[in-house]
């Protein structure tokens, strides 16, 4: 389940980090709160436009980290919140979520489906 602090995020403006690792090292790429839409289950939907190196690491190793949050959101400790998501995750470039991605974003190639194991708030 998505804590209700992390959907307070979402709405607002800020980036995340998405940190992925295959056979190389580590490699990180961005994306924007708004732009992440949310399946009825409860995974992320993230348009994917370039994203080649991720989904390279991503058919090596699923695991995935990513960072989010908004100065905006009251926190633990008074402005601003954010959140460390662990999971896994895969490329879609046909089927529902596919088709949910596209119609929002004309430019995705394909949607990355991210399954949240955890979500900490880390401020």
Do not use: C, L, Q
């Given at each position: 389940m998505i804590p209700e602090k992390l959907l307070e995020v979402l709405k607002k403006d800020g980036v995340v980090a998405i940190?992925?690792?295959?056979?190389?090292d580590p490699h990180m790429v961005n994306t924007w709160n708004?732009?992440?839409q949310?399946?009825?289950d409860g995974r992320f939907l993230i348009p994917a436009g370039y994203m080649q190196l991720?989904?390279?690491n991503l058919a090596v190793n699923n695991k995935v980290l990513m960072t989010l949050g908004s100065s905006k959101v009251a926190g633990k400790?008074?402005?601003g919140t954010g959140f460390l998501i662990k999971?896994?995750?895969?490329?879609?470039a046909s089927g529902p979520?596919?088709?949910t991605i596209k119609a929002k974003f004309g430019w995705a190639r394909a949607a990355l489906a991210v399954t949240i194991d955890s979500a900490t708030q880390t401020l």
């Open positions: 940190a992925t690792m295959g056979r190389g708004s732009y992440i949310i399946t009825a991720t989904e390279a400790n008074g402005p999971g896994t995750a895969a490329f879609v979520d596919f088709d």
